[in-house]
């Protein structure tokens, strides 16, 4: 496939509203495309360069998107800043400056999809001393030779913010249509592969291998996910259900197998190298190849510390050393994915609780079972006492789900208003806090993974994070107008707030009541953040609750 037909589907599924009607359109793609052509067209759809599972980065940001486009089109670094800052759309302003370029190139070369591909694989593997120098040649060499619709989606797929309205259910939904298999196997072969691409090349040349997919062992799967609920309900719908502490720490996936072992995040980063210490307790802890789900935190003294005192160990780059001495970091594993090769996710909660007592000699997060209200109730201030964050809530006979969050799981925490947003842009503070972002812009998301706004937050924010938070967004600017900056969109707020309100004045149809800056999540993902099914939800609660 040519890079401009790649190009052209793009723009006719940007310009449609619904859901089927993307669907239709990828699904009367896929079959005409090649075994390699197919898992590339899937994932850049997404704006996605490589597997979910792969820890392959770009590395490109906006400034070196700058400089490629000022030499591309003979123009000055600051016209091109300049043109992005009025206009808002990376992709559109880039579409626009191809169209009006001054240099004219002699020797074009057609872009076909896969050798975009070779070439984002070609920057994310270069290293060393001239590793942006040969980014900027790559993103040169793209964009020169892209027509004006290609750069649209070339600058796109750069920063990894394509949101043309492809999300994972839309790709799901096409691979089933085009390939005739059901949706459920679409899904959960999608959960042990953690890569949209794979399960649409099986779906493509053997549908029948869909059924006996496996979780292969440092292709980490995301982790399952649990939504809010009640004791009380939890009990009326289930009986028994299991009961352990909610953790204030960060969640990881440890993987064991032939004298190897790594452990990711809730990103699936690997953090291997950050939390030797952790890695070692849990390879000592078992003479089995594993994949085991769990979280890391921080104690002194017995208690455990807040999240926070973990994550500066994570972000630590050097005296690894010397911080596990300062800061003791003790896992908790609460469940087992794959045993000796054997996948698990299937099995009952309860089953896969055996298995982990039985293969795990520490470690083991401590759990009761019952359907008693009252029994739960005390161990849920006993958690807190303990210094936990509240405790969560299992169906005992549920499968392990990865990426779900659904029913099975449940949090029960003292607040649970609390959300968790994408920051999209700020405003430029006042006074002493002149020079400083002094409000922040945040979004949620539709079933696509379109960002919506919701809120500003401005409230809970000390001088020090504030000074913490202008590090970490300068360089994630993408444009300016007047007081309000546009940034890359990846980094993720736990904001509080009063009363959820329906409001015509942001895109997602709701605001925030009193938001109030909770903490930063570096820990999420984009895609963990919250949903507008999930805001309908908690709207709907909310209202009962009153």
């Known amino acids: 496939m040519q890079f401009v037909e790649f190009a052209a589907i793009c723009k006719k599924i940007e310009e449609i509203p619904g859901r089927l009607e993307t ?29 979910d599972w792969s820890s392959e980065k770009l590395g ?47 020797f074009s070369e057609e872009l076909n999809l896969l050798n975009v591909y070779d070439r984002f694989l070609l920057m994310a593997k270069t290293s060393g001393r001239r590793t942006q120098q040969e980014r900027l040649r790559s993103a040169q060499y793209l964009l020169s030779n892209a027509t004006p619709l290609e750069g ?62 496996h979780i292969t062992i440092f292709r980490p799967v995301k982790m399952m996910l649990a939504q809010q609920g009640s004791i009380s309900a939890m009990v009326a ?25 790594a452990i990711y995040s809730r990103r699936l980063e690997d953090m291997t190298a950050s939390l030797p210490d952790v890695v070692e307790m849990l390879n000592l802890a078992t003479t089995h190849d594993v994949i085991i789900d769990g979280e890391v935190i921080a104690m002194m003294n017995g208690k455990p510390m807040p999240f926070q005192t973990v994550l500066r160990r994570i972000r630590r780059k050097h005296d690894i050393g010397g911080a596990a001495d300062a800061i003791t970091l003790c896992p908790r594993v609460f469940d087992i994915l794959v045993l000796d090769g054997e996948t698990l996710i299937d099995m009952p909660f309860t089953r896969r609780r055996e298995i982990l007592e039985s293969v795990l000699t520490d470690y083991v997060a401590p759990q009761i079972v019952s359907d008693s209200v009252d029994e739960l109730e005390t161990f849920y201030h006993e958690s807190l006492d303990r210094g936990n964050e509240g405790m969560m809530l ?45 409000s922040f812009l945040l979004a949620c998301q539709d079933e696509t993974g379109r960002l919506l706004e919701i809120s500003r937050v401005a409230t809970g924010i000390d001088d020090s994070m504030l000074a913490a938070l202008y590090d970490l967004f ?45 903490r930063l999540r570096d820990d999420k993902d984009v895609s963990e953040i919250e949903t507008m099914e999930s805001l309908t939800r908690r709207y709907s609660l909310q209202n009962k609750e009153e």
């Open 474 to 518: 300068k360089d994630r600017i993408i444009s300016e107008k007047g007081k309000t900056v546009f940034f890359e969109q990846d980094v993720v707020f736990e904001v509080g707030y009063a009363e959820l309100q329906k409001s015509t004045n942001y895109a997602a149809g709701y605001a925030l009541r009193f938001p109030r800056f909770i």
């Open 23 to 51: 669907a239709d359109i990828l699904a009367a793609e896929f079959p005409h495309l090649s075994e390699e052509e197919l898992p590339v067209f899937v994932r850049f759809m997404r704006g996605k360069l490589f597997p």
């Open 60 to 106: 490109f940001g906006p400034s070196l998107l700058y400089d490629a486009l000022a030499y591309v089109i003979g123009k000055k670094r600051s016209y091109v800043v300049s043109a992005i800052n009025n206009a808002g759309d990376v992709g559109k302003v880039v579409e626009t400056l191809l169209e009006k370029r001054e240099q004219t190139m002699f």
């Open 394 to 438: 299992k169906v005992l006979d549920s499968p392990y789900l990865p990426g779900n969050r659904g029913k099975y799981w449940i949090k029960i925490k003292p607040e649970v208003d609390t959300i968790d947003l994408v920051v999209i842009g700020a405003e430029w503070g006042e006074g002493k806090r002149a020079k400083m972002f002094g």
């Open 237 to 261: 719908t289930h009986g028994k259900i299991a009961a352990e502490n909610k953790y204030d720490g960060s969640r990881f996936q440890f993987h064991k197998a032939n004298g190897k072992a």
């Open 152 to 213: 649209r989606y070339l600058a796109r797929l750069m920063l990894e913010e394509m949101r043309i309205g492809v999300g994972e259910g839309v790709v799901k939904d096409a691979v089933a249509k085009a390939f005739g298999v059901l949706p459920e196997t679409v899904e959960h072969a999608h959960q042990a592969l953690n890569d949209l691409g794979q399960v649409a090349v099986l779906a493509k040349t053997d549908p029948a291998r869909l059924f006996d997919v």
